[in-house]
């Protein structure tokens, strides 16, 4: 038999191999990616499943499945009633801490990220080390010294304590940079500026709708902060009704250790439950920001 007639059977079998390597590669994905999956999402079944549940059905029945009385309604109003309604107050502080503090760090990385991406001054690359620096400096090595600085200004036990220091955000700041130098092309702000357009009319008109992928981005990163921030709110606020929702459920939760506490253990796992529903809506909300900048990037090519 000749070279050429074996040709045609070896590129067969070689496809072959390829398409059963390639389909033993994607089930072996799946399988990973379905592992993943129910890893993330096993938590949050189990809040959804222990918050319908009354007291006695918590320690009666087993965890990751519905049994006894459907008491998800029931335990939902208990607890945005118990202790004079105080969920609902550290839920009104999150959201304030979450709008001003979160959107207002938004804001700032947008304005200095941009900035420092598309105009050049004395100092940049040194700002540049200083942002890279700081976003390598955890949040929590900063509490402490914070801490300090805001009682000796009278800060503390106060939502500012919260607020000023959430204002901040170094790795948003990196991120918009990075984003806004391919995301805002330097022509279009040239064109605007030939056209009469000052700065600040050129970026709110023109540079900011470019950056709303990258804006939603970081919006997204410091809004989850925000909301998750937990150990700052324990060392600045002493007065619970300035707590946030992670400070206040920790409290429920040390009650419910205590002797007789574990009546109000079922309103520790709903006001969880409440806690990621917001997070949750944002993540599904912001999602079309994120595909309209990935529609956007592929037709600019």
């Excluded at 090595?141 to 914070?146: Q, S």
């Excluded at 920790?250 to 205590?258: D, P």
């Amino acid at each position: 038999m000749s070279i050429k007639t074996l040709q045609p059977q070896l590129a067969r079998a070689s496809r072959h191999h390829g398409n059963s390597r390639e389909k033993r590669k994607s089930v072996t994905l799946t399988v990973i990616m379905s592992l993943l999956l129910v890893y993330a999402l096993l938590p949050l079944f189990w809040l959804l499943v222990n918050s319908s549940k009354t007291q006695a059905s918590l320690f009666s029945t087993f965890g990751l499945w519905f049994g006894g009385k459907f008491a998800l309604w029931d335990n939902i109003v208990q607890t945005l009633t118990y202790d004079n309604g105080i969920f609902v107050r550290w839920l009104a502080n999150t959201l304030l801490y979450v709008v001003v503090g979160a959107g207002g760090a938004t804001f700032l990385a947008t304005l200095a990220g941009y900035g420092l991406a598309k105009f050049t001054f004395p100092g940049k690359r040194a700002v540049f080390a200083v942002v890279l620096g700081a976003v390598a400096v955890p949040g929590t090595a900063l509490a402490v010294p914070t801490f300090l600085m805001f009682s000796q200004l009278g800060l503390t036990n106060t939502i500012w304590a919260i607020i000023l220091p959430s204002l901040i955000s170094p790795f948003g700041l990196y991120l918009i940079w990075v984003y806004a130098q391919d995301a805002v092309p330097t022509e279009l702000l040239e064109a605007a500026r030939m056209d009469g357009a000052g700065e600040f009319r050129t970026f709110f008109t023109i540079s900011l709708k470019l950056l709303t992928p990258g804006l939603a981005t970081v919006l997204l990163f410091t809004v989850v902060a925000t909301w998750n921030n937990y150990f700052l709110p324990l060392i600045m606020l002493s007065n619970p009704s300035l707590y946030p929702l992670t400070v206040g459920l920790n409290e429920w939760n040390a009650q419910s250790s205590t002797v007789g506490g574990q009546a109000i253990y079922n309103l520790v796992i709903t006001g969880s439950f409440l806690t990621i529903v917001p997070i949750v809506v944002s993540f599904l909300f912001m999602q079309r920001f994120w595909q309209s900048g990935l529609a956007a990037g592929s037709v600019k090519a």
